[in-house]
């Protein structure tokens, strides 16, 4: 399993950016999800969408900014993120969602994507 994580770069408070999940090694046929890890923090849930249905959860830090979502045909999971605030700095990771909704297994988490956010 390979997960390759794009998109990221540094914005000013209030920007945006959309972020790019390109999965390979496996059937993409698992519910998907986005992680961060803040400098000196620990790795956080951020969001997490179902495989076949619309069922998406947030985080409440990013609830009413952040849009998870995806394509199966491309095997690829996104993440819109607007009106972006210092405090969403973070190296963000998607990864297969083995619990729903926020569950992990042993499957590499990859580079991730960084995202700097100045105010």
């Known amino acids: 399993v390979q997960l390759q994580a794009s998109g990221g770069g540094s914005v000013q408070a209030g920007g945006s950016l959309r972020l790019s999940c390109v999965a390979s090694?496996?059937?993409?046929?698992?519910?998907m999800g986005w992680f961060r890890q803040a400098p000196g923090k620990e790795r956080e849930f951020v969001a997490a969408?179902?495989?076949?249905?619309?069922?998406?959860v947030y985080a409440d830090s990013v609830k009413g900014r952040f849009t998870i979502s995806r394509d199966n045909s491309k095997n690829t999971v996104y993440l819109q993120m607007n009106d972006l605030k210092s405090e969403d700095t973070a190296v963000y990771y998607c990864?297969?969602?083995?619990?729903?909704?926020?569950?992990?297994?042993?499957?590499?988490w990859g580079q991730g994507t960084l995202v700097t956010v100045s105010s």
């Open positions: 990864q297969i969602i083995r619990r729903w909704p926020r569950g992990t297994g042993p499957d590499s």
């Open positions: 090694g496996y059937t993409f046929n698992n519910d």
């Open positions: 969408k179902r495989w076949r249905v619309g069922i998406v």
